[in-house]
């Protein structure tokens, strides 16, 4: 198959998805491309759902510029495409009279980045603010605008958004070639088909280095995978924390953390694991007992028997280190962009904007369009409805009446709109990412059947050919008793 496109971006991750977005204000047809079988790439889908305001950065730097730049826009974009987001604050405790010796440094760094809100607070501050926070804490730093979002939802939602003004997505696609003629980029080869295009934005993030070794573009650095494993506890878990809660990092880590997620489950981690295996997703006992360990020195009573799910993710660890974002030295119409590690989420939105001036700074003719829509509205939550809007839902749609996820009240008319929407989900996992069916203490348990049932019917597909995630993870296996031509289980 063939297609003509004028920008591909390869990776559909938070920047790959943010910089499609802001393309689409453009008159400039734009084509993403991701091997996996939903939006969100590996370490967008699997962090720790924090926007930054960037107190920490490595100052006078890119990635410091990026995140203070975004945190100055993200409540409008929230708003625009309809996202959860809360700003909870964080609080940095110390512990140690030698973590405590290491607040000044941390409060000097905020002040070197222009976050001038970031304050000392008194044992007896800390512990009015969050009770559960250690005893024996000596003092530690407030950083009031640090906030928590849905990660998933925000990928998701800049996908639909871009879609909707004319982007096209080419999910489970890998990319295997790069097609260049006298050093210029002319088409991008993909287990879909050839893509003819003048442009090429590599976002690939833990693969960037291997799609810029397709034009001879990875001079220098390589990525290595740096795995984070986290715990996620039940909602009804007794020990939770309003703020964010950081521990003192060190040269090496930004260490273990708490928080309360958007959705209201207290996540802690994440470890930081150097690997070779970019594929290696596996949660281990030893690892997360660390996690434990380390985060009962900030807050004793957390209790990890209420744990639901482990995880893990991958950070893009680019070595040498630093945001490097820019068109290439020796291949024209390529352009690439490494080592976005950690802040990732917290600079997605600014590094699209920044993007696209390169392109403009570079002579791209990029013409405004003012027929851009900059508002997406999600799917509603049956779950937050109101008794009498529940009542309205149903009557519109009797499928709001069927409740297919009893630990978060997830109905089937959300699955529907999940599966038809713009780059709509395909998956389990997808399902599970945009309605949280499955998310619950179950586990999937209960709905994850249904939720098969309901894939196969919507897609018009075998409930057999039902794929967790990525290709060839089948959810079932063997004949299906009952199942029809239309895949019904």
């Given at each position: ?412 008319a959300e699955i529907v709109e999940a599966i038809h929407r713009p780059v709509g989900a395909r998956t389990v996992d997808a399902v ?24 196969a019917r919507e897609l018009r597909i075998p409930a057999s050919e039902i794929e967790k995630n990525l290709a060839g993870s089948y ?15």
């Amino acid at each position: 198959m063939y297609y003509s496109t004028d920008i591909v971006i390869i990776g559909a991750g938070a920047v790959g998805t943010a910089i499609a977005r802001e393309l689409s204000k453009y008159h400039v047809r734009v084509m993403v491309v991701d091997k996996r079988d939903d939006v969100g790439g590996d370490a967008s889908k699997s962090n720790s759902s924090i926007i930054c305001s960037g107190f920490d950065c490595p100052p006078d730097t890119l990635e410091s510029q990026l995140c203070l730049s975004e945190r100055a826009m993200i409540e409008q974009v929230v708003k625009e495409l309809d996202v959860p987001f809360r700003v909870c604050g964080a609080i940095m405790p110390a512990v140690t009279q030698q973590q405590m010796d290491i607040l000044p440094h941390i409060y000097e760094d905020a002040y070197a980045n222009h976050v001038y809100d970031v304050e000392y607070v008194s044992p007896e501050q800390i512990l009015k603010m969050e009770p559960e926070i250690n005893p024996d804490v000596l003092g530690g730093l407030y950083i009031p605008r640090d906030a928590v979002i849905d990660p998933f939802l925000l990928v998701v939602a800049q996908a639909e958004n871009a879609a909707e003004n004319g982007v096209q997505f080419l999910l489970n696609t890998r990319v295997v070639g790069i097609s260049v003629e006298h050093g210029q980029v002319q088409a991008v080869e993909t287990t879909g088909g050839t893509i003819r295009t003048k442009y090429v934005i590599n976002a690939a993030g833990l693969f960037c280095d291997e799609i810029a070794k397709m034009v001879d573009e990875c001079d220098g650095f390589v990525v290595k995978p740096r795995k984070g494993q986290f715990f996620i506890l039940d909602k009804n878990t007794p020990c939770k924390t309003s703020h964010i809660v950081y521990p003192i990092p060190t040269p090496e880590t930004r260490g273990k953390l708490l928080l309360q997620t958007i959705h209201g489950n207290m996540l802690l981690g994440p470890t930081a694991e150097d690997l070779e295996d970019k594929e290696d997703h596996s949660v281990t006992a030893e690892e997360l007992e660390g996690v434990e360990r380390d985060c009962k020195k900030l807050v004793p009573n957390i209790r990890v028997q209420d744990t639901i799910t482990q995880y893990c993710g991958l950070r893009p660890n680019r070595i040498p280190a630093g945001f490097h974002i820019g068109f290439g030295k020796k291949t024209q119409g390529y352009f690439g962009i490494s080592g976005i590690r950690s802040t990732g989420i917290s600079t997605s939105l600014a590094i699209a904007k920044y993007v696209v001036k390169q392109f403009q700074d570079a002579g791209v003719k990029l013409e405004r369009s003012f027929t851009f829509q900059p508002r997406r509205t999600g799917i509603e939550k049956f779950s937050e409805a109101s008794d009498p809007r529940r009542a309205e839902l149903i009557a519109k749609n009797p499928l709001y009446g069927r409740v297919i996820c009893r630990c978060e009240t997830v109905t089937e008319a959300e699955i529907v709109e999940a599966i038809h929407r713009p780059v709509g989900a395909r998956t389990v996992d997808a399902v599970k990412r945009r309605v949280r069916a499955g998310t619950g203490r179950c586990q999937g348990g209960f709905c994850g059947p249904k939720v098969i049932e309901i894939l196969a019917r919507e897609l018009r597909i075998p409930a057999s050919e039902i794929e967790k995630n990525l290709a060839g993870s089948y959810m079932l296996t063997g004949q299906i008793r009952g199942e029809g031509e239309q895949g019904n289980a």
